[in-house]
């Protein structure tokens, strides 16, 4: 027990990265959308409920709050998106290992074996998103009030709102891009999965800005389309986004879990 804590306490502060060319997300989308169709019912039943969760929750915003409100929470759901995509990991975990995908499986990895790190990492997020919204609330002193305002003072309500909005989305991008992915992998806490996330998203600006394209396009389509379209969208970028942490991180110097999908190393791609 003492060996192990030792081990524990040696291991490095932040795992290294390599870097990426710009259009690295591209292969990503790519090998996410083969595990989406490798795993079919499994990711079309996740997605089914993420899509639902997300229209059952802007619905009840939409009827108890306001039409704000309920782009309020559209907003929100960016910052909480990445907790929804753990399971998701799980599954391409399965795959990449050549074993029959599991629902059960992955939510047990998901949401059970790296709760406490998971808590943790959600309570950051939740701390960012209060911070978000009472930010959003401040900007509403910018809207004009006027019975018949003029376009200009609208474009300053809207441009200040996009600034404050685009700066806390980048905060949680960078934060999240890589570091849940990070705890389902390897034995590592959350504060040291944060940093290695943050880290990597500095050092490779311009692929993560595609990356992070390609992740609000894809939002903004399932939104436009009523939600549906978010049955494949979501899990089509969770799964990418497991491949995108692969290619990024090299975790090798934490130790495997001891339990669960990946305690066992990829075929001829992992250290034992």
Not at 74 to 86: E, K, N, R, S
Request: charged fraction near 10%; aromatic fraction near 12%; glycine fraction near 8%.
């Amino acid at each position: 027990m003492a060996t192990r804590q030792q081990d524990l306490e040696e291991m490095p502060f932040v795992a290294p990265c390599i870097q990426l060319s710009p259009f690295a997300p591209l292969g990503w989308l790519r090998l996410g959308f083969a595990d989406f169709r490798r795993a079919m019912p499994q990711s079309v039943s996740y997605g089914i409920f993420m899509a639902a969760t997300m229209a059952i929750v802007c619905a009840l915003a939409w009827y108890y709050g306001s039409y704000w409100f309920m782009f309020a929470m559209l907003g929100g759901f960016i910052f909480l998106a990445p907790l929804c995509c753990i399971g998701l990991y799980a599954i391409s975990a399965q795959l990449e290992r050549n074993e029959l995908p599991s629902m059960k499986r992955a939510l047990r990895a998901g949401f059970s074996r790296y709760i406490g790190n998971e808590m943790v990492f959600a309570l950051v997020l939740l701390i960012i998103f209060l911070v978000w919204a009472r930010a959003g609330s401040m900007i509403s002193v910018f809207f004009p009030t006027r019975g018949e305002p003029e376009l200009k003072d609208l474009a300053t309500y809207l441009t200040i709102g996009s600034a404050v909005g685009a700066v806390f989305a980048a905060v949680t991008f960078s934060v999240s891009a890589f570091s849940l992915p990070m705890i389902v992998h390897r034995q590592v806490d959350a504060v040291t999965a944060v940093v290695t996330s943050v880290n990597a998203v500095l050092r490779n600006k311009f692929a993560l800005a595609v990356w992070l394209t390609i992740v609000v396009g894809g939002l903004l389509i399932g939104f436009a389309t009523a939600f549906i379209g978010l049955v494949v969208i979501l899990p089509v970028i969770g799964h990418a986004a497991w491949h995108g942490y692969l290619e990024t991180i090299d975790a090798s110097d934490f130790p495997r879990h001891n339990v669960g999908v990946t305690a066992k190393a990829r075929p001829a791609t992992e250290p034992v």
